[in-house]
């Protein structure tokens, strides 16, 4: 990054600050990956300097042929990954992505949606009352059984015959367990809905087939690249061929302009590096990483929502141990450990501060982890929580850290 350091030395020592973070530390985040350098050549490419308004073959603008060449690239690859009829790459993100599948089909003001609640596990972008989707749409919100802290398909189906939505959504941010999409396709059915699945935690399992693919299962598929795809920052849409003209239209003209065309490049080589069969083993390795950590968290008393997980992703409940998740969070990030804060099914706390902790393995499976290296980080997580004014603890466990992070490098050859 010469050019950077010339130009701008106060943003490139930023930008170098933030991959020392990167280096050093172990990124837990569920909905963070690290992305291949290809994928960051993409990013980075002259792809970024053209407008190309429209879509392939119907662009506003002259001079985009290549950017025609990129867009259909990434929509063929993403459409065989999945096993779609259609596919629109150009959403910015996962939540454009929702709101052109709502704008499709629901009239602002008018229709009813149902959808996961945010605290026990949904999205903002999912009917949140601070959300445009809370603010344009009637919503209805179910949650987990408070027993089990899984989905109960058969209360959902009664919800959905009184409320009467024109769309269900289902999919989740912290929901740590297997969503069975071809049930919610059935309650929406059954009342005359569309069904929209929002799979941006999981599409990289269901892409190598650890989790259900809700492709042509469902009505919609939304998803964004850059969780479990292991892409760049954004969005994409499946869906079949008759809703194809009603989506496009949602997003363009709809509510984007000009598509990212850089980022659009970078999620055709993504989905390239996700078609390889290399893609599949790294996948199984985040669900065995995120299990072996889960038992060793649980052996430890620490009290897992749900009892485990099925996926990327696993949810803490501090509430018996007197701490909140800001603490836990604040006190894991000193040691270089990055996790966050989130809520919890019967949440009593802000979103701010939370009763739970919100852990995934994808970022450190991609930095070549398994399952060995996931019950240490386990063991230096309870350590910390044991005690988390205990900054001797916490600079020894940051040591530790450290010295495992120098093993694996962000880009494995």
Not at 53 to 69: A, L, S
Not at 236 to 256: E, H, N, T, V, Y
Not at 293 to 303: F, I, K
Not at 345 to 354: A, D, G, I, K, L
């Amino acid at each position: 990054m010469s050019h950077l350091a010339d130009v701008d030395p106060e943003l490139a020592r930023i930008i170098e600050c933030e991959r020392l973070r990167q280096v050093n530390g172990l990124e837990l985040i569920a909905s963070e990956n690290l992305v291949s350098r290809a994928v960051l050549e993409a990013m980075g490419s002259i792809m970024t300097n053209k407008y190309a308004e429209g879509y392939p073959g119907k662009r506003y603008y002259g001079g985009c042929e290549f950017h025609d060449e990129a867009e259909n690239l990434a929509r063929d690859r993403v459409k065989q990954l999945f096993g779609a009829e259609h596919a629109n790459v150009q959403p910015h993100s996962g939540t454009q992505a929702n709101m052109a599948v709502y704008f499709s089909v629901m009239e602002c003001g008018v229709d009813r949606m149902m959808s996961m609640s945010l605290t026990q596990g949904g999205h903002l972008s999912h009917g949140s009352p601070v959300s445009f989707s809370g603010k344009m749409y009637e919503v209805h919100q179910y949650g987990v059984d408070l027993a089990t802290e899984t989905l109960d398909y058969g209360v959902i189906a009664e919800q959905a015959k009184k409320v009467k939505p024109k769309v269900i959504v289902c999919g989740a941010s912290a929901y740590p367990r297997e969503i069975d999409f071809k049930a919610f396709q059935e309650i929406a059915d059954e009342v005359d809905a569309y069904c929209m699945a929002d799979i941006a935690h999981i599409a990289g399992l269901c892409a190598a087939g650890i989790h259900p693919n809700p492709t042509g299962v469902v009505d919609f598929v939304t998803s964004t690249t850059h969780k479990t795809l292991r892409g760049p920052r954004g969005g994409f849409i499946l869906c079949g061929a008759d809703r194809a003209q009603s989506i496009d239209k949602a997003i363009f003209p709809g509510m984007q302009g000009g598509p990212l065309m850089h980022t659009i490049a970078a999620k055709a080589v993504c989905f390239k590096e996700a078609l390889e069969p290399s893609y599949k083993t790294y996948a199984r390795q985040v669900v065995k990483n995120a299990q072996a950590m889960a038992a060793v968290l649980d052996e430890a008393g620490l009290r897992l929502v749900s009892g485990g997980t099925d996926n990327h992703l696993i949810l803490i409940d501090l509430s018996n141990r007197g701490i909140t998740g800001l603490e836990a969070e604040n006190a894991l990030g000193k040691a270089g450990i990055t996790v966050n804060k989130n809520t919890i099914p019967n949440e009593n706390r802000s979103p701010f501060v939370t009763s739970g902790l919100r852990i995934g393995t994808p970022a450190v499976t991609s930095r070549g982890m398994k399952e060995e290296e996931m019950r240490v980080v386990g063991a230096w997580i309870t350590r910390v929580l044991a005690d988390i004014t205990n900054e001797k603890v916490i600079r020894e466990v940051g040591l530790e850290v450290l010295a495992m992070a120098s093993q694996y490098p962000l880009h494995p050859a």
